[in-house]
């Protein structure tokens, strides 16, 4: 590896640890898939089942994706504690090596640094990329994508190699990151297979693929691995099977599920409007350099990974259930193809009254300074002002009454924030135990934070305050 290509990779990497990184642990738990995850991981660090996920002492049959990325956070929470840098760290590390594998692959392709850097940057620089329900939070996707990108950049691969044994090579690198794909969440890898066999048909390498024994066997590895997974995980806890498939296949793509619907055009109206700003003005131009690169060797590249991400756009786009981070493995596809035609042009400027390393460098600064700035504020300011606020100020309200022996925590509907940092400050020694209004009894000291709650307890107890931080409070309850 050239010193040009490790001084990239670290510059980018430095760079990516602003945006990536700041205040990671600094807006509190996520109520749903984060924190639902996040109780899992540390459930199983203490109940030792590596196989069955649970949630408040039960296996989980409501969160049916196999466990890679809770796997992943209980050893970081082994090394690190029970925290949220613990349950976030893994995102975080995962868009970084997606990052940097942009930069690697072109790199590879082009052998220029300009390239390189402008299709990493670009990523970098994506809002819907580096925000929440992505790499800044410990949600499934950033692994996801993670391994979505590693495999079509295996299969590109294969696609450009002549030689048999590196044909093999990539098949099974792909097929491996296939099945990592499918261990994070799910049937999702597979919305990439109808695009991805229709460009293999198209440039006539789908036949070569099929002639490939190694395809089949590595294909067949990856069932193991997945049917291993599966069926051990039904062998374990009877019913899983059952629920997946009431949850995975079928239900979110057919019905809109918890009243997440939006046009078909959502996706596209979600990028136009913030998601892929800038970036998103330059796709023509990346669709013009597929039919019209100078260096026509370029031109199969820009198409794989243009096409790829418009056809699993269009997929997402025909399902019922629409959320904003079903298309984050879109971007590192959009990233290659915008950012590395950008670094090609502006690789190819030449200006004999300027030394050509300092226009360019002038170039990518300009394209890029306002786009990163603006990522490194966004991560820096960091407000807890979204929906469902209300349930997650307890992290911040236990650790102000750290030292209260024994309260019990009042909740009304489903926060599995509260469950996480309830089982954080029991490890800690804290007597906390969680209750419905209903059941609580007179001198039980209790600790609310929402105004659902607090009318709850009003209408059947008398209570007297203790101590009160902003809208929490603990409280003595007394007969009405």
């Given at each position: 590896?050239?010193?040009?290509?490790?001084?990239?990779?670290?510059?980018?990497?430095?760079?990516?640890?602003?945006?990536?990184?700041?205040?990671?642990?600094?807006?509190?738990?996520?109520?749903?898939?984060?924190?639902?995850?996040?109780?899992?991981?540390?459930?199983?660090?203490?109940?030792?089942?590596?196989?069955?996920?649970?949630?408040?002492?039960?296996?989980?049959?409501w969160s049916t994706k196999p466990p890679l990325l809770v796997w992943i956070q209980a050893l970081h929470m082994k090394a690190l504690g029970f925290n949220l840098l613990a349950v976030r760290l893994p995102s975080a590390l995962a868009g970084l090596a997606t990052i940097l594998a942009i930069f690697s692959f072109l790199w590879r392709q082009t052998r220029s640094l300009i390239p390189s850097l402008a299709g990493s940057l670009v990523l970098l620089t994506t809002p819907?990329?580096?925000?929440?329900?992505?790499?800044?939070?410990?949600?499934?996707?950033?692994?996801?994508?993670?391994?979505?990108?590693?495999?079509?950049?295996?299969?590109?691969?294969?696609?450009?190699?002549?030689?048999?044994?590196?044909?093999?090579?990539?098949?099974?690198?792909?097929?491996?990151?296939?099945?990592?794909?499918?261990?994070?969440?799910?049937?999702?890898?597979?919305?990439?297979?109808?695009g991805l066999l229709l460009f293999l048909l198209a440039s006539r390498n789908l036949l070569p693929l099929l002639r490939q024994s190694h395809f089949y066997f590595s294909v067949l590895a990856s069932i193991g691995i997945v049917a291993a997974y599966y069926l051990g995980r039904e062998w374990a806890g009877p019913g899983y099977l059952e629920a997946v498939l009431q949850n995975e296949l079928g239900g979110r793509f057919l019905n809109v599920v918890?009243?997440?619907h939006?046009?078909?055009?959502?996706?596209?109206?979600?990028?136009?409007?913030?998601?892929?700003?800038?970036?998103?003005?330059f796709v023509p131009l990346a669709i013009w350099y597929s039919f019209r690169d100078p260096e026509k060797s370029r031109r199969m590249q820009w198409a794989f990974f243009l096409w790829n991400a418009?056809?699993?756009?269009?997929?997402?786009?025909?399902?019922?259930t629409k959320l904003f981070w079903y298309i984050i493995p879109v971007y590192p596809l959009l990233a290659l193809a915008t950012g590395g035609v950008l670094g090609v042009i502006v690789d190819r400027i030449e200006d004999s009254s300027t030394p050509a390393w300092l226009l360019k460098g002038l170039l990518l600064f300009g394209l890029f300074?306002?786009?990163?700035?603006?990522?490194?504020l966004q991560s820096?300011?960091?407000?807890?002002?979204?929906?469902?606020?209300?349930?997650?100020?307890?992290?911040?309200?236990?650790?102000?009454?750290?030292?209260?022996?024994?309260?019990?925590?009042?909740?009304t509907n489903y926060n599995s924030h509260l469950a996480f940092y309830a089982k954080v400050y029991r490890e800690k020694g804290q007597d906390i135990t969680r209750k419905y209004p209903h059941e609580l009894t007179p001198g039980d000291t209790i600790l609310m934070c929402e105004d659902r709650a607090r009318r709850a307890v009003d209408d059947r107890w008398a209570t007297e305050p203790l101590h009160t931080w902003k809208n929490c409070g603990l409280y003595r309850v007394g007969s009405k």
């Amino acid at each position: 590896m050239k010193k040009t290509q490790w001084g990239g990779l670290v510059g980018v990497s430095l760079l990516a640890l602003f945006p990536l990184f700041m205040h990671l642990d600094s807006l509190p738990l996520f109520v749903y898939d984060e924190g639902r995850l996040a109780n899992s991981a540390l459930e199983m660090v203490q109940n030792g089942n590596w196989l069955v996920t649970y949630y408040d002492g039960k296996p989980d049959l409501w969160s049916t994706k196999p466990p890679l990325l809770v796997w992943i956070q209980a050893l970081h929470m082994k090394a690190l504690g029970f925290n949220l840098l613990a349950v976030r760290l893994p995102s975080a590390l995962a868009g970084l090596a997606t990052i940097l594998a942009i930069f690697s692959f072109l790199w590879r392709q082009t052998r220029s640094l300009i390239p390189s850097l402008a299709g990493s940057l670009v990523l970098l620089t994506t809002p819907g990329f580096v925000t929440n329900h992505a790499t800044r939070t410990g949600d499934y996707d950033a692994l996801l994508t993670l391994w979505s990108t590693l495999f079509l950049i295996q299969l590109f691969y294969f696609i450009r190699a002549t030689a048999a044994d590196k044909q093999r090579r990539r098949l099974w690198l792909a097929m491996l990151f296939f099945t990592l794909g499918v261990l994070t969440k799910g049937i999702v890898i597979f919305l990439f297979l109808p695009g991805l066999l229709l460009f293999l048909l198209a440039s006539r390498n789908l036949l070569p693929l099929l002639r490939q024994s190694h395809f089949y066997f590595s294909v067949l590895a990856s069932i193991g691995i997945v049917a291993a997974y599966y069926l051990g995980r039904e062998w374990a806890g009877p019913g899983y099977l059952e629920a997946v498939l009431q949850n995975e296949l079928g239900g979110r793509f057919l019905n809109v599920v918890e009243g997440h619907h939006g046009p078909w055009y959502f996706y596209f109206k979600n990028m136009w409007e913030g998601e892929f700003w800038p970036w998103i003005g330059f796709v023509p131009l990346a669709i013009w350099y597929s039919f019209r690169d100078p260096e026509k060797s370029r031109r199969m590249q820009w198409a794989f990974f243009l096409w790829n991400a418009l056809s699993f756009l269009l997929i997402l786009s025909v399902a019922q259930t629409k959320l904003f981070w079903y298309i984050i493995p879109v971007y590192p596809l959009l990233a290659l193809a915008t950012g590395g035609v950008l670094g090609v042009i502006v690789d190819r400027i030449e200006d004999s009254s300027t030394p050509a390393w300092l226009l360019k460098g002038l170039l990518l600064f300009g394209l890029f300074t306002i786009p990163f700035v603006q990522q490194i504020l966004q991560s820096y300011h960091t407000r807890d002002n979204l929906y469902g606020w209300e349930q997650r100020q307890y992290a911040d309200f236990m650790k102000e009454v750290k030292d209260w022996p024994s309260y019990v925590a009042v909740e009304t509907n489903y926060n599995s924030h509260l469950a996480f940092y309830a089982k954080v400050y029991r490890e800690k020694g804290q007597d906390i135990t969680r209750k419905y209004p209903h059941e609580l009894t007179p001198g039980d000291t209790i600790l609310m934070c929402e105004d659902r709650a607090r009318r709850a307890v009003d209408d059947r107890w008398a209570t007297e305050p203790l101590h009160t931080w902003k809208n929490c409070g603990l409280y003595r309850v007394g007969s009405k």
